[in-house]
C-alpha cells in the first residue's frame, strides 16, 4: 500500500523553527516528486514547497522562501520541511502529496484536474504570537 506519512507538527512560538517529515513507502520514491501543502483554517490548500530527486530541483512560494528548506533522504524515503522564523501565519495543517511528472506544476495539485498521484494525511503546525 502507498502511504505517506507526514509527522513533526505541533506548537511553536514566532520565530521558533520546526522540522516536518515525510516518510513515503509503496512506490519507488527516486522517481517522485515530493510537494508540501498547507491549509489554514478558513483558506484554501496551497502549495509551500516541492522537491524532485530526478533533476535536484527545489521550488518553494513566495511566502515561505528564505525561511524553509526542503531536502530529501532518498535512502530513507523521506522528504523534510524545515521551517525557521515562523510566523502565526504559517499556522496550518501540512501535507505532502507525491506526483511522477515532477515539480514544475506543483503549486496546481490543489485542482481537482491536477490531483497528484498520492497525499499523505496532515501534521498541524500552530505557531503563537
Known amino acids: 500500500d502507498v502511504q505517506l506519512q507526514a509527522s513533526g507538527g505541533g506548537l511553536v512560538q514566532a520565530g521558533g523553527s520546526l522540522r516536518l517529515s515525510c516518510a513515503a513507502s509503496g512506490f519507488t520514491f527516486d522517481d517522485y516528486a515530493i510537494g508540501w501543502f498547507r491549509q489554514a483554517p478558513g483558506k484554501e490548500r496551497e502549495g509551500v514547497s516541492c522537491?524532485?530527486?530526478?533533476?535536484?530541483?527545489?521550488y518553494y512560494a513566495d511566502s515561505v522562501k528564505g525561511r524553509f528548506t526542503i531536502s530529501s533522504d532518498n535512502a530513507k524515503n523521506t522528504v523534510y520541511l524545515q521551517m525557521n522564523s515562523l510566523k502565526p501565519e504559517d499556522t496550518a495543517v501540512y501535507y505532502c502529496?507525491?506526483?511522477?511528472?515532477?515539480?514544475?506544476?506543483?503549486?496546481?495539485?490543489?485542482?481537482?484536474?491536477?490531483?497528484?498521484?498520492?497525499w499523505g494525511q496532515g501534521t498541524l503546525v500552530t505557531v503563537s504570537s
Open positions: 522537491i524532485s530527486s530526478s533533476d535536484v530541483t527545489t
Open positions: 502529496a507525491a506526483d511522477s511528472t515532477g515539480c514544475r506544476n506543483y503549486l496546481y495539485w490543489v485542482l481537482p484536474a491536477q490531483d497528484p498521484d498520492y
